[in-house]
């Protein structure tokens, strides 16, 4: 049996491996599906300094079909949907269900304010036996910092610049305050996908008003956003891997 801790280069999911290779040992095997190309360059150090805690190396995995998530956008002319993000889906689910064997336990760093996730998860994928050492240690996000800290590590620069996750610069699932604290802090970022939007004719953020008693959806493009909109602090989490849905609590 391989035991699969799948590493996100945050640090819930290095603390999850961690605790993993304490149960597990040498059947522990730490799975990374490769998005660096337009994460923080900080992460490349986050994941070698990860690699010496855990003494461990970090086994990166490539889709077959697509470069990055630029080339599946492109590609497939998806951004995000109810549903979740079709990059996601390429680059991430995609490649662990090739990786993946039948009798692979699964390690996912879920943490203790995550029931529901978990408790989901397990209805989506019944056919994966996968364990969630965070939530059976009673460790939050917040003890997850403190634990790489205390090993030496220090956290990923999109933690320190105040993100609540380490996607890629630019997450599709983000909301409008996302997006806004994006222009400021990665302007380029901002612009490159406000003219993929318009390139692909498609908007990530939606808004809405009321005709007649009814609820009428706009499309909100990045290039028409009013840099005052949205409230970061008060958006939902956005997730990026096995439970994709934005907003999920």
Known sequence: MRVLSWFSCGDASAVAAKLAIDSYGEQVEICYCDTLAHEHPDNIRFLTDVERWLDRSVTILHSPDYADIYDVFRKTRWLVGPAGARCTTELKKNVRRAYERPNDLHVFGFTAEEAKRIERFG???????????????????????????????????????????????????????????????????????????????????????????????????????????????QEPDIECGVLCHSGVT
Do not use: S
């Open 123 to 233: 209805g989506e994928n019944p056919e994966l036996q996968a364990i969630f050492p965070l939530m059976e240690h009673g460790l939050t996000k917040a003890e997850c910092h403190r634990i790489v800290r205390e090993a030496g590590i220090e956290l990923p620069a999109m933690y320190r610049l105040g993100y609540r996750n380490n996607n890629c610069i630019g997450c599709v699932k983000g909301g409008l305050g996302y997006w806004n604290k994006i222009r400021v802090d990665f302007p380029e970022a901002f612009e490159r996908m406000a003219k993929l939007e318009r390139e692909l004719d498609a908007a990530i953020n939606k808004t809405e008003t009321r005709e007649d008693g009814k609820r009428i959806r706009h499309r909100l493009f990045l290039d028409e956003l009013p840099p005052e909109r949205g409230h970061y602090e």
